[in-house]
Structures are given as C-alpha cells and as structure tokens.
C-alpha cells in the first residue's frame, strides 16, 4: 500500500489574495468546420486552474475533452476564447507545459532506447550533455525505471512504457502537465501503481496536473477537483471540490464514506450531461 502526501493547498500572494491561475480558459469556443460538416465541439467553457491544483476532467464521450486538452496545449487553435498559461496567450505548446497522450506505444520511438526517448525534449531545448544525462537519470529514477535506460520500449510492459512517457514528460521540469486518459489502455493493477506514481510525482515535483479520464473513481482518487464537462457543444456542469482528508491509498481512501458521496455526485453529473444529449 502506497501512501501519497497531499500537494500544499493554492498559493497565496503577497497581498494575501490568491495568487494569479497558471491556467486560464476564458469562454473558450472550438468549431470544426470543413465542406461536408460543422461540428462545435466546444460551446463555451471557462475555468481557472491555480498552481499546485490536481484537477481532473470528465465527461461523456465526444464531450470534447480532447479537443479541450489540444488547446490547451497549443496544438489546435480555439475559434473563439482566450486560453492562458502562467498569464501568457497560448499560441503553439506552452514551454512549461508537459502532455502525456493514452497511447504510450504511438508516443515512443520504437528504435530508441527509453534513454533516448526521455532525453529527446531536452535535446530539442538544446540542453547541455551533462545537465541532460543528469535530468534524464533522474527522471528515470522519479518513475522507479532507474536500471531499463538502455532497453527498448518494445522490451517492456505497458505500464514501464506509460511509465517512460511520464518520464520523458517530467524530465524537463513542466510546471503544468496535462494528460489526456493516460492510464486506459492497461490492466487495473497497474493503472493504480500509475495512479499513485502521478500522486507521488505531482507532491514532489510541485506539479500543477490537468487529467482527463473517463474513470470516475480515479478521478475522485486523483483530484483536489473534478469537472464535469457536459455533451458537446461543452460547457462545464458541474466543478466538485474533492475535500478527503490526509494522504490518499488505493486500500483505504476508496472506502470512505465520502468517496462513494463525491462518485455519486460525478456519476449524476454525467448522467445529466448522457439524458441533455439525448433529449437534444
Ligand atoms: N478533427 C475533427 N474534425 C471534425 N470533428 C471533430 C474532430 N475532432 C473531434 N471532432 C468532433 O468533436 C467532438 C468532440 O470530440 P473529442 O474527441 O474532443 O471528444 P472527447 O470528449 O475527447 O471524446 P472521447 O471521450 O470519446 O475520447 C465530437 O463530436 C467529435 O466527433
């Protein structure tokens, strides 16, 4: 049984006010549009995420939480609507911003060795030898894959390789990762290993973390809060502050009684969002 320590609650300024949200969508709006069809996938969606905050997403299928994630991360322009990183417009992916995709088998290069894969961003940043083989080793040590640097992903489980992309994610010190149903494509016992790596990571690297998952007890098991997106065109529904106290454990936190009370409340909120579709 793995214990996880509680990240320090939201900064607070100098002035005693909160501090300024290092993520900011402001009625983000997103059309897809091409000759045969128009599709808006993102109604208008605004929330703030504040420094050291674990927020999670769900909502039901095609609520547009990817399309969420691709802008925010730069990687797909909104129609309409501002999106903010450490108060900076995001225009393409936000420097101090790391995303680790569901298909860990598509995200490594097959023909590197998982020291290689989690040395690439920083080579691309143009870090030193030195620092990047440091940076490298103790991203690997971060995710406990210390001794497999020079093997190939293909040589590992699924849960190693998610494990990999985590860390390649980490090595560059993001202060904002996002991460789009990470843990899906693998076992249940594995998936909590990962659940509870992430809270490891995310109190001892002072992350602020952005998860999308279908899960709702992981999401519950994760997060300081979780929004519940409606159908597309989305907005959010409903944005549940996860207050269970002291260190979270796979053992006895998904036991208390106010596990299955915030479950019951997600479980209803997307339910909520499934009937609006279908009556619309
Ligand atoms: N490139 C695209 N072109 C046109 N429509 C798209 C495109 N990508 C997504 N969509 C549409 O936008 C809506 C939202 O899709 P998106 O993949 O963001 O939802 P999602 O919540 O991530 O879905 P899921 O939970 O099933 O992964 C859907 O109606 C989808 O069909």
């Not at 299928?61 to 994630?69: E, M, Q, Y």
């Not at 992350?207 to 809060?225: N, P, S």
Request: proline share 6%; aromatic share 6%; net charge neutral.
């Amino acid at each position: 049984m793995s214990a996880v320590m509680n990240n320090p609650q939201l900064e607070v300024g100098s002035s005693g006010a909160p501090a300024a949200p290092v993520v900011s969508v402001q009625h983000l709006n997103k059309v897809y549009e091409s000759k045969e069809r128009r599709v808006e996938a993102i109604g208008d969606l605004s929330f703030e995420v504040r420094h050291g905050d674990f927020t999670c997403i769900v909502g039901p299928s095609g609520a547009g939480k990817t399309t969420l994630l691709k802008c925010l991360s730069g990687l797909l322009a909104p129609t309409r609507g501002t999106i903010r990183v450490n108060g900076h417009d995001v225009t393409s992916p936000p420097e101090e911003m790391a995303i680790v995709f569901q298909e860990y088998g598509r995200s490594l290069f097959p023909w590197k060795t998982v020291r290689e894969n989690v040395e690439l961003p920083l080579r691309e940043r143009k870090v030193p030898k030195d620092q990047r083989r440091r940076m490298v080793d103790a991203a690997l040590e971060a995710v406990a894959l210390a001794g497999v640097g020079d093997s190939y992903p293909w040589q590992l489980s699924g849960g190693m390789q998610q494990r990999v992309a985590i860390a390649r994610a980490v090595a560059y010190q993001p202060k904002v990762m996002v991460l789009d149903e990470p843990f899906a494509a693998v076992d249940a016992q594995t998936r909590a290993d990962l659940e509870d790596l992430m809270l490891r990571l995310w109190s001892e690297l002072d992350l602020t973390v952005i998860f999308v998952t279908h899960d709702i007890d992981e999401a519950v098991y994760l997060g300081q809060r979780v929004l519940v997106l409606s159908s597309s065109p989305t907005r959010v529904l409903d944005d549940v502050p996860i207050d269970i106290a002291g260190p979270r454990t796979q053992a006895l936190t998904r036991v208390e009684p106010g596990f299955a009370e915030l479950r019951t409340r997600v479980y209803q909120g997307i339910q909520a969002a499934k009937a609006k579709k279908v009556a619309a």
